[in-house]
């Protein structure tokens, strides 16, 4: 499977203050995370990040040239993606939207079919599989024995009824 280059990491959702800072709700494992990427693309355009500081599960940030409230507000609710080379993930890590498209196969080889989607909940990930129907596959050890998602295979334990 084709890596896209940069990741969507999260949104813009407000401004704070009135010099230009922008709160973004994140995506990935969360505010402490994200603040070390150096540049935020939004748009597709990249934005320096001045500084950075987590606030009630969000991202405030200074972006080099947002100076102010309504530069700041040009911005909302718009993706901010995070280039892929400057991650670095703890080994076996991966980023969820690798393995969205996936084959999912059971442990016996079986195909299942493609993991379309992935539910957050309260308790875990679900990801929803559709093949020649669907299944909603908790995202725990007990049911998703491995992820491979440079091969794209994700290898599943079903039981009755799943």
């Known amino acids: ?27 990935l494992d969360g505010p402490a995370f994200m603040r070390r990427f150096r540049t935020l693309y939004i748009d597709g355009r990249p934005y320096r990040v001045l500084s950075a500081r987590e ?30 080379a400057e991650a670095r993930l703890p080994a076996g890590s991966f980023f969820l939207q690798d393995i969205i498209g996936a084959r999912v196969e059971t442990e016996a080889g079986e195909p299942v079919g493609i993991l379309e989607e992935i539910l957050e909940t309260p308790a875990n990930r679900v990801y929803v599989v559709r093949g ?14 491995s992820t491979d998602p ?5 290898t599943v334990r079903l039981i009755e009824g799943m």
Do not use: C, S
Request: avoid cysteine; glycine fraction near 10%; aromatic fraction near 6%.
């Open 55 to 84: 606030q009630k599960g969000f991202l405030l940030a200074a972006l080099e040239g947002v100076e102010d409230v309504n530069a700041a507000m040009t911005l909302k609710g718009r993706p901010v993606r995070v280039d892929r």
């Open 132 to 145: 020649e129907r669907e299944h909603l596959i908790p995202a725990v050890p007990a049911f998703v024995l």
């Open 1 to 27: 499977m084709a890596k896209e280059p940069y990741i969507e990491a999260g949104r813009v959702v407000n401004t704070h203050g009135v010099r230009g800072e922008v709160k973004i709700e994140v995506w």
């Open 150 to 154: 440079e091969a794209g295979l994700v």
